[in-house]
């Protein structure tokens, strides 16, 4: 199993900061990439950022391209989700996420809750 524990979340006016944390422990995978989802009320589940362990490759979602930013820190195991910019629409429950390649096995942090103010 893995553990994976959020950090960072708050409550920030809209043109704001926050950076959050992402720290994974327990069970190694030869392969696997991180990243971050997030969900607002009423509202699916959506992709944010992701970021591959070995490779570095990095992916993030049109709505938050030029104003998040992912990386990591391999020799914590942890990644982070700056975030500048904040609107009101960045307002959910950010929910770090772990999945290793090939099995295709997953782990969910518990979430953190990010508010932004207009």
């Known amino acids: 199993q893995v553990q994976l524990v959020e950090s960072g979340g708050g409550l920030v006016q809209a043109g704001g900061s926050l950076r959050l944390s992402c720290a994974a422990s327990?069970?190694?995978?030869?392969?696997?990439?991180m990243g971050w989802f997030r969900q607002a009320p009423g509202k699916e589940r959506e992709f944010v950022a992701a970021?591959?362990?070995?490779?570095?490759?990095?992916y993030s979602a049109d709505s938050v391209k030029g104003r998040f930013t992912i990386s990591r820190d391999n020799a914590k195991n942890t990644v982070y989700l700056q975030m500048n910019s904040l609107k009101s629409e960045d307002t959910a429950v950010y929910y770090c996420?772990?999945?290793?390649?090939?099995?295709?096995?997953?782990?969910w942090g518990q979430g953190t809750q990010v508010t932004v103010s207009s």
């Open positions: 970021i591959s362990w070995s490779g570095g490759s990095r």
């Open positions: 327990g069970r190694t995978f030869s392969n696997y990439a």
């Open positions: 996420h772990f999945q290793s390649f090939p099995t295709w096995k997953e782990y």
